[in-house]
């Protein structure tokens, strides 16, 4: 089994910064990719970033210059720091990890959700 928790949201006017982590733990060997997600009601959840084990970043356009991924292999955690924050990233931010268990067994795994409300 695999958990991922994460922290860091909340309410924040535009302009603003917000710094979202996310810590898996469990029967872990390995973790691939990283990544956060983001989906608004009645919406397709949609990428916002996601880094590889090697450290590569990848991002959605909209918050290209403004979110900045990272992660610390020693913790297994990965975190978003999102500054410069416009009203329409406001969304439940989900986290996600592809990982190899101590078994062998990989998996794709989803965090709870937190809620970032920026107004304006």
């Known amino acids: 089994q695999v958990q991922l928790v994460e922290s860091g949201g909340g309410l924040v006017q535009a302009g603003g910064s917000l710094r979202l982590s996310c810590a898996a733990s469990?029967?872990?060997?390995?973790?691939?990719?990283m990544g956060w997600y983001r989906q608004a009601p009645g919406k397709q959840r949609e990428l916002v970033a996601v880094i590889n084990s090697g450290g590569s970043a990848n991002y959605a356009d909209s918050v290209k210059g403004r979110f900045t991924i990272s992660r610390d292999g020693t913790k297994n955690t990965v975190y978003l720091q999102m500054n410069s924050l416009k009203t329409e990233d406001t969304n439940v931010y989900y986290c996600?990890?592809?990982?190899?268990?101590?078994?062998?067994?990989?998996?794709?795994?989803w965090g709870q959700g937190t809620q970032v409300t920026v107004s304006s």
């Open positions: 996600n990890a592809d990982v190899i268990m101590n078994s062998g067994l990989g998996l794709n795994n």
């Open positions: 469990g029967s872990i060997f390995s973790i691939n990719a």
